[in-house]
């Protein structure tokens, strides 16, 4: 199964090799190995380090959908380069943002260390990511490559969450979008092999097969707390960082389209669980069997299980709420709405009908567009209903000059689409 995030803290492992080896420190400023790099702010460009960039408090925040409406055209190198187009947040070491393309340009780095050349950074990470921790660890079913998976055909199908509430299965092909940004989320893998990976983590750097793949020391760095998320838990590079009942609790999340993973460990007493699901946004499942666990090796009474069934109510309520918000696409009214549009950031999409239903077809995807009851009554809103962007919000707009334009999106991750002409 796609296990999305977790893949995040193999990448900070494959990064402490490489400061193990000498071939870079965790301060090397990314424009020595990545002269492309920049940000928004040319001053911060010069400052951030190979740990910066995965350490979620650069002020880059988390931008998604340059990477859902545009991933079939999207390169390593792109990704990179990318970056200084994004606007920043907060200052540095202000906040917790979570930037998959910050994340991924780590993975990139790492690449260039290696010895990659620019513009073989996705071939250099996948290289170096084998040989330098699937490999050692005994990972022998873990693996960046889609075709792989398929070719093995051992992998569980991935299913979506529609606006009745129900599960449906969806293409493998989906989880292609994760390709360009693949060492921030595109690991394939299961849990007799994340169970190998866990045990190194619990001892300190040395493989189930004996061989030492990171150093003690340099593993340790990537479990230190970087920036707060809240006032119980904070972010550490490509980990999250808290406490079970008084203990060190190293853990991370993974959501791709139709998989959820949960790995997490507790370093002072051996233990350490992977749970992975074929289902999109069952994170409540997934930690519910992870906390339960925890719960029978120390003789707890369950919490879990009622919190876990609080979160399911809560989110089937949500999505019946959406759902008798909705209502049948007039025709009429959109009309004048169907066509071309483009964005500078997210690129083409077309809108039309087709069978009485509305659409947006972005190339990567197609999503049924469905009318949604809005506050405003003189505003209509639209929310996409499909498992890439459920319930994800637009609205058809008309400038003074009577010219059709799309806003999708809310608040600081709002984009206008200009109409074709």
Known sequence: MMVGSVTKS?????????????????????????????????????????????????????RDFELL????????????????????????????????????????????????EYGS???????????????????TSTTLSLEEVEAGNNYGTPHGLDLEFQYYPVSLQLERFLTPISPAGA????VLDLGRYLITELDQGIAPSGPRVVSAEN?????????????????????MV??????????HDGSTVGFTANLAFLPDHDLGISVLSNARGSAGFTQAVRFRLFELVFGLESEFEEQAAFRWKAAEDTIA????????????????????????????????LEDGKLIMDVGEFRAEVREKAGDDEKVTDYILASSMALSFPLQFRITDEGDPFILFGVGVIEYTFQKVK
């Open 69 to 116: 409406l545009n991933y079939d055209d999207l390169s390593a190198e792109d990704i990179v380069e990318s970056l200084a187009t994004l606007e920043l947040f907060t200052e540095f070491g202000d906040a917790f943002q979570y930037s998959n393309q910050m994340v991924a340009a780590g993975g990139y780095a790492v690449a260039a260390v290696a010895g990659a």
């Open 187 to 190: 690991a394939w893998s299961n």
């Open 242 to 251: 808290d406490e079970y009942k008084g203990l060190p609790h190293i853990w």
């Open 10 to 62: 193999m990448t900070t492992m494959l990064m402490a090799t490489l400061v193990d080896d000498g071939l870079m420190d965790w301060d090397t400023p990314v424009v020595d190995v990545l002269p492309t790099f920049a940000l928004a702010d040319p001053e911060l460009t010069q400052e951030i380090t190979v740990r910066n960039l995965v350490c979620a408090c650069t002020g880059v925040p988390r």
């Open 321 to 352: 709420e959406l759902a008798a918000s909705l209502a049948d696409i007039d025709q009429a009214a959109v009309t004048p709405y169907l066509g071309r549009y483009t964005n500078d950031a997210l690129g083409e999409i077309i809108i039309e």
């Open 121 to 139: 950074l996705y071939e250099g990470y996948e290289e170096a990511i084998e040989e330098r921790v699937f490999e050692p660890i005994g990972m």
């Open 219 to 239: 593993l340790k760095v990537i479990w230190e707390p970087q920036v707060p998320i809240s006032a119980d838990i904070a972010y550490g590079p490509g980990w």
